[in-house]
């Protein structure tokens, strides 16, 4: 066995060991970027080297391998790509005004590097500092919108009860709002999907425009169904009109195809190949705004086929003097 080997077959013996409903050929697909095949002869392997491999069969018809093992459990690999994940997803946290999950992540870094010995913990902290040195946040063009400091935190506490929030919106001018919160979306501009006491539909708050948020203790019932997924994807981007929602398709020219293969411009896109090399892009979503604002970017190689209103928004915009495609 190569040395390459021995030390995945110790890596999928500790994931059989820590992982309280052990794993499955799927996880080591995933986890080992193989085959179906292969990640069966890895199980094949595991079972050769240790006698207290133990499998069960879930309700979902998956086998379920464990290593009952304390030893393994404890083995501690080399850290510094955990240390450097901590650390990114830790200042992400902080950015998007999730305060406490930010605490949380560093405390969970610190507890990490104190499991290490004195030496290994030096040599690990010194190794994920360089690439954190290394690595930058590129700036994205346009505001970054700023909220209520712990609004997020707040949000997220809602959530878990669930709980009802009170503030103002948009302006102190106006009256309190009582909201149900059913989700949060975090970007350059986050916002609270919401439905308001007494009932109507689900809709988005600017989480930059809520003024003197209040947890309230009141609990209440999440609608029947809902998908916070499903809810986002009827947007291309935040804007989500009901008038606007349907099937768009977008052609993209054959210099344009390969690049435009590689964007994901809905989570539920159907992609189509022609034999002149142009790119057919289908999804059904709202937002035409949005939609105009990125397919500006790609000047006269990519035509709207529908739906018309979006067309005719497009049409007299196409530009042939853009020197890069997005």
Known sequence: MSFSKAVDLVRLARM??????????????DEFHVSHRTAQRMVTALADAFSNLTWEDGADRRRRWRVTDPVLA?????????IEALEMAANAAQAEGRIRHSRALSDLRGELLARLAGN??????TDA???LGAVGQIARPGPRTQFPAGLVDMSMEALRGPFRMRFQYASSGEAERIVEPHGLLLGNCGYL??????????????LDRIHEPVLLDESFAFEEGFSLDEYAARSFGVFNDPVQFGEVIWRFAPEAADRASQFCFHPYQELERHQDGSLTVRFCASGWTEMTWHLYQWGDKVEVIAPYGLRAMVDGHRRSDFGALP
């Open 120 to 125: 290994m913990a030096l040599r690990t902290e």
């Open 16 to 29: 059989a060991a820590v992982r309280r409903h052990g794993i499955t050929l799927q996880d080591i697909c």
């Open 193 to 206: 999907v919401a439905r308001e006491l007494g009932g109507g539909d689900i809709r988005k708050f600017r």
């Open 74 to 82: 404890r083995l501690e690999p080399r850290q510094e790509a955990a």
């Open 129 to 131: 500092e360089a690439v």
